[in-house]
């Protein structure tokens, strides 16, 4: 059975930091792979998708940016961070565009 | 004005009770409809995933789609404690699926 993993669950990090959280499937190739931020009350606003190694699409241009080394890894990271990007991140992945998203459990990221 | 819309609450039930959750969307684009639960510090977990107008059953829950109205319901039966969590409906069309704010759901002992 595929698994989705994210690390880590939790992070506080300083305004203008670096940030890179991880996103790994397991049980799956080549899946869809999506990045979420879930504020408070606000549902879930989708940062990046993609469909293949090297391939991301943007879906809100912003302070962060997404990379897929591997086929089954998927990379959010920023240069410097702001307050803005406190929230909770979730990975999830399907096997095409048009079957349901599978989430990971998330990180819960604090800037201070 | 939201895609798909859906009552944040909370709604807060006694046990054994059943649960009506509702949304609706604008875009008579969207095909296919899902309903998540997620509990907290945890991501959402897929519960039912369906495509025409109609009904569909799965154990207690039971998801409800009309797509002249543009209504998506899911129903919970003799509901438990356990099923305390922020249900989030949503909504697919080509290229993006789109999330309700999701409503928060406690059922009380």
């Known amino acids: 059975s595929q698994t989705i993993h994210q690390w880590p669950a939790t992070l506080v990090q300083p305004v203008g930091s670096p940030l890179s959280l991880e996103c790994t499937v397991e049980g799956t190739s080549n899946p869809n792979l999506y990045w979420y931020r879930q504020a408070a009350g606000r549902g879930l606003q989708l940062l990046f998708y993609s469909v293949g190694i090297g391939q991301i699409s943007s879906e809100v241009p912003q302070n962060l940016s997404a990379s897929r080394p591997q086929d089954r890894q998927f990379i959010l990271s920023s240069k410097k961070l702001l307050l803005s990007d406190s929230g909770f991140y979730l990975c999830?992945?399907?096997?095409?565009?048009?079957?349901?998203?599978?989430f990971g459990d998330g990180t819960r990221l604090s800037i201070l | 004005q939201k895609e798909v819309e859906q009552d944040p609450g909370p709604l807060s039930v006694p046990e054994g009770a059943i649960v009506s959750l509702n949304c609706t969307y604008s875009?008579?684009?969207?095909?296919?409809f899902m309903w998540y639960r997620q509990y907290s510090r945890k991501g959402p977990e897929l519960l039912m995933y369906?495509?025409?107008?109609g009904n569909k059953e799965d154990g207690r829950f039971t998801a409800q789609v009309d797509k002249s109205s543009k209504y998506i319901s899911l129903f919970i039966r003799d509901s438990q404690p356990s099923d305390s969590a922020t249900y989030l409906c949503?909504?697919?069309?080509?290229?993006?699926?789109?999330f309700g704010q999701g409503t928060r759901l406690t059922i009380n002992p």
């Open positions: 949503a909504a697919r069309r080509p290229q993006k699926l789109v």
């Open positions: 369906t495509y025409s107008s």
């Open positions: 999830a992945w399907s096997k095409t565009g048009n079957q349901p998203q599978h």
């Open positions: 875009n008579s684009a969207f095909q296919y």
